[in-house]
């Protein structure tokens, strides 16, 4: 018989129906629900006059809408205000947990999942958002979704998708110093472009990708999706074991122990088919940045950026202009404003700890406004405790409260109209920060420098 | 859901690549409750400038074009899962979306919202676009029974696939969820067996 993928064994035990049309019916065995993506969803339930149909495989969290600064205090904020307590009353109502603001568990859905050991591998996972690929790093096929399947998994704990193709991508070699997982990402996107991954599910492998922390891999998955790939996963591991044991809802004791046998069988047999395999080259991959206004506009930072395609030059002038960037141009000492350190790619306590230990007794540029955003309230405690708010605020740094932030600027930390902002997100789309905002995603590392010296930099030279 | 079937309408053409989610419906318009008036906020920041004045150039304030059929550049759809952007379409009075590439979440957000993503080779999009050019008030026909899309000034078309299960939902206007809610005896034997599976 022929061997199997990571993704077919997860995938196969989770069918619960299949159709004619060759549709499927998966099950899904976490559910995770903000408040952005969901409140349509619960009405729907209402509407038809049904319950959730399993609350304990949902849990929710509000992160998008929420403001990062004096949580203790009502939402100024009208509308969201009005969305969050949208989100309590509809969990109260269908008896889904709910990790809301002030609960000392919520955060960003994507970092908190991982974190309460919720995230567990092979496990099916759903969220209505794009980056919940993030959970793929634990070895579960997790992915986005919109709100009429979110209605489905809450009436049904299925849903109804055709299976995507796989992809393996293998990372080979030994990485430059001063080159992180999240250069790994943007510089895979940079080469298949925003919608290269369209259409399959990604496994991430290789001696690189082994080598990763659970943070690292976690921030190579979640930007799966910004080649359109509905996720990436990777083969859960020692590293993951170690990760996950012990957290408040990893199983304990005996069922530990038959859980990581189980997980253990969780890997793609040798003789696994992929429908496309890719190899990069470690070596290859500089410290990066985006030019551009998608995540594939990217280039490393030795780089110019591109002339114009022929087909496609209008996108492309259309993408430059609003960045105020010209073709041929460096990036490099480019001068800045803003800096934004969070996101569900970059906000865990290794992203938080690496930056402090960079600018420790350094300071931001007077030009420079530049903030660090926890991913969640634990990720938050455990910086305080380790005395990474102090090194952080002493360098300049605004150190605020856990929640989506300036990745997408709902809430009221938005970038300028005009300014360029290095960012550690995952999204450079025209007024993704705020109206006009001219993004710039990067490596926490170049994000840290970049602030300290008031321009992009070759973190390269600098550490 | 609203049914589907055959539509005849002129276009509005939008030949720009990898248009994503935000900019069809930027995240600070997504904090209403109901699926209810995100029309008017449809792609905000091409249409309007920042002191609410339309932007001319825009397609969406050029009196020329108009119509329940939106043609654009490949990967349309692209980015944020937000359905926002299906029911900002929908509530502008869009049925169809025509391009050679559609991001995944987009695709079948659409679809749970009744509007039908095509996907036609480049080659036939470059037509529309070419015709649309020649005469901004061209119409197409298309017809979801036949799985067609036809240029009405020149004649041409061109076939598009559609899974037959998502064709007949559209046709009657069927959600997946009265499907999946049929299912609830298989999916209770499904989590039964799992767990008698687990305790062996």
């Given at each position: 018989?022929?061997?199997?993928?990571?993704?077919?064994?997860?995938?196969?035990?989770?069918?619960?129906?299949?159709l004619?049309?060759?549709?499927?019916?998966?099950?899904?065995?976490?559910?995770?629900v903000?408040e952005?993506?969901?409140?349509?969803a619960?009405q729907?339930l209402?509407?038809r006059?049904?319950?959730v149909?399993?609350?304990?495989r949902?849990?929710?969290?509000?992160?998008?809408?929420v403001?990062?600064?004096?949580?203790?205090?009502p939402i100024?904020?009208?509308?969201?205000?009005?969305?969050v307590?949208?989100?309590?009353?509809?969990?109260?109502?269908f008896?889904?947990?709910?990790y809301?603001l002030?609960?000392?568990?919520?955060?960003?859905?994507?970092?908190?999942?991982?974190e309460?050991?919720?995230t567990q591998?092979?496990m099916?996972?759903v969220?209505?958002d794009?980056?919940?690929?993030t959970?793929?790093?634990?070895?579960?096929?997790?992915?986005?979704?919109?709100?009429?399947?979110?209605?489905?998994?809450?009436?049904?704990q299925?849903?109804l998708l055709?299976?995507?193709?796989?992809?393996?991508i293998?990372?080979e070699?030994?990485?430059?110093?001063?080159?992180?997982?999240k250069d790994i990402?943007?510089?895979?996107?940079?080469?298949?472009?925003?919608a290269g991954?369209?259409?399959?599910?990604i496994?991430?492998?290789?001696?690189?990708?082994?080598?990763?922390?659970?943070e690292g891999?976690m921030?190579?998955?979640?930007?799966?999706i910004?080649?359109?790939?509905r996720?990436?996963?990777?083969a859960?591991d020692e590293t993951?074991?170690?990760?996950?044991?012990?957290?408040?809802?990893?199983p304990?004791?005996?069922a530990?122990?038959?859980a990581?046998?189980h997980?253990?069988?969780?890997?793609?047999d040798?003789?696994?088919?992929?429908?496309?395999?890719?190899?990069?080259?470690?070596?290859d991959?500089?410290?990066?940045?985006?030019?551009?206004?998608n995540?594939?506009?990217g280039?490393?930072i030795?780089?110019?950026?591109?002339?114009?395609v022929k087909?496609v030059?209008?996108?492309?002038d259309?993408?430059?202009?609003y960045?105020?960037?010209?073709?041929g141009e460096?990036?490099?000492?480019h001068?800045?404003?803003?800096?934004?350190?969070g996101s569900?790619?970059n906000s865990?306590?290794?992203?938080?700890?690496?930056?402090?230990?960079?600018?420790a007794?350094?300071r931001?540029?007077?030009?420079?406004?530049?903030?660090v955003?926890?991913?969640?309230?634990?990720?938050?405690k455990?910086?305080?405790q380790?005395?990474?708010?102090?090194?952080?605020?002493?360098a300049?740094?605004?150190f605020?409260?856990?929640?989506c932030?300036?990745?997408?600027?709902?809430?009221?930390?938005k970038i300028?109209?005009g300014?360029?902002?290095?960012?550690?997100?995952?999204?450079?789309?025209?007024g993704?920060?705020g109206?006009?905002?001219?993004t710039?995603l990067a490596?926490p590392?170049m994000?840290?420098?970049s602030?300290?010296?008031?321009?992009i930099v070759?973190?390269?030279?600098?550490? | 859901?609203?049914?589907?079937?055959?539509i005849?309408?002129?276009?509005?053409?939008l030949?720009?690549?990898?248009?994503?989610?935000?900019?069809?419906i930027?995240?600070?318009?997504?904090?209403a409750?109901?699926?209810?008036?995100?029309?008017?906020?449809?792609?905000r920041?091409?249409?309007?400038?920042?002191d609410g004045?339309?932007?001319q150039?825009?397609?969406?304030?050029?009196?020329?074009?108009?119509?329940e059929?939106?043609v654009?550049?490949?990967?349309?759809?692209?980015?944020?899962s937000?359905?926002?952007a299906?029911?900002?379409?929908?509530d502008?009075?869009?049925?169809?979306?025509?391009?050679?590439?559609?991001?995944d979440i987009f695709?079948?957000?659409?679809?749970?919202?009744?509007?039908?993503?095509i996907?036609v080779?480049?080659?036939?999009?470059?037509?529309?676009?070419?015709?649309?050019?020649?005469?901004?008030?061209?119409?197409?026909?298309?017809?979801?029974?036949?799985?067609?899309?036809?240029i009405?000034?020149?004649g041409?078309?061109?076939?598009?696939e559609i899974?037959?299960?998502?064709?007949?939902?559209l046709l009657n206007?069927y959600?997946?969820?009265d499907?999946?809610?049929?299912?609830?005896d298989?999916?209770?034997?499904?989590?039964?067996e799992?767990?008698?599976?687990?305790t062996?």
């Open positions: 018989m022929m061997g199997k993928t990571l993704f077919d064994k997860i995938w196969e035990a989770h069918v619960v129906d299949q004619e049309s060759g549709l499927q019916v998966l099950y899904i065995d976490q559910h995770l903000h952005v993506t969901s409140p349509q619960f729907g209402r509407d006059n049904i319950s149909a399993r609350p304990e949902t849990v929710a969290t509000a992160d998008h809408n403001p990062t600064k004096d949580q203790h205090l100024r904020e009208e509308l969201s205000r009005l969305q307590k949208k989100l309590t009353e509809n969990c109260e109502e008896g889904v947990t709910l809301g002030g609960h000392p568990y919520q955060g960003i859905v994507h970092v908190i999942g991982p309460l050991g919720i591998p092979g099916t996972m969220c209505g794009s980056h919940t690929s959970h793929g790093a634990f070895g579960t096929i997790a992915f986005g979704i919109g709100t009429s399947q979110v209605e489905q998994v809450l009436a049904t299925c849903l055709s299976k995507p193709k796989r992809m393996r293998k990372v070699g030994t990485l430059q110093k001063g080159v992180l997982a990402i943007l510089h895979i996107i940079s080469q298949l472009t925003a991954g369209t259409g399959y599910f496994e991430y492998a290789g001696e690189v990708i082994r080598s990763l922390s659970m891999r921030t190579v998955c979640n930007m799966s910004e080649m359109g790939a996720g990436g996963m990777i859960p993951t074991f170690d990760y996950v044991r012990g957290r408040e809802q990893a304990q004791g005996e530990w122990d038959q990581v046998s997980w253990r069988t969780l890997y793609s040798a003789d696994a088919v992929f429908d496309k395999e890719l190899i990069f080259n470690a070596a991959i500089e410290p990066m940045v985006t030019y551009g206004t995540p594939g506009m280039m490393g030795s780089n110019q950026i591109p002339q114009p087909n030059s209008d996108s492309f259309k993408a430059l202009r960045m105020g960037l010209q073709p460096k990036l490099l000492d001068p800045i404003s803003h800096v934004f350190i569900c790619t865990r306590i290794e992203d938080l700890r690496l930056v402090a230990s960079y600018v007794g350094k931001i540029s007077p030009n420079v406004s530049a903030m955003v926890p991913g969640s309230q634990q990720v938050r455990q910086a305080v380790e005395g990474l708010d102090r090194i952080l605020s002493e300049g740094f605004d605020r409260e856990a929640g932030s300036a990745c997408l600027g709902m809430n009221e930390d300028p109209a300014k360029y902002c290095v960012s550690t997100s995952n999204r450079n789309y025209e993704r920060q109206p006009g905002a001219r710039i490596s590392l994000a840290a420098a602030a300290i010296e008031g321009k070759d973190v390269r030279e600098l550490i | 859901m609203k049914k589907l079937n055959t005849d309408s002129s276009i509005i053409p030949p720009i690549e990898d248009v994503d989610t935000d900019q069809i930027p995240a600070r318009f997504l904090k409750t109901t699926k209810a008036g995100f029309g008017e906020n449809l792609f920041d091409w249409r309007y400038h920042s004045s339309p932007k150039d825009f397609v969406l304030n050029n009196p020329l074009y108009g119509g059929i939106l654009a550049g490949k990967n349309f759809g692209c980015g944020s937000r359905e926002h299906a029911w900002a379409l929908q502008f009075g869009i049925r169809i979306v025509v391009s050679s590439f559609f991001a695709k079948g957000n659409a679809l749970n919202n009744g509007i039908l993503p996907t080779p480049d080659s036939f999009l470059h037509e529309i676009f070419e015709a649309i050019e020649n005469d901004p008030k061209t119409e197409l026909h298309i017809s979801l029974e036949d799985q067609i899309v036809e009405k000034s020149t041409a078309s061109q076939n598009f899974d037959p299960y998502k064709k007949m939902c206007g959600d997946d969820i499907y999946l809610l049929s299912l609830s298989k999916i209770n034997t499904f989590e039964t799992r767990t008698n599976l687990k062996e």
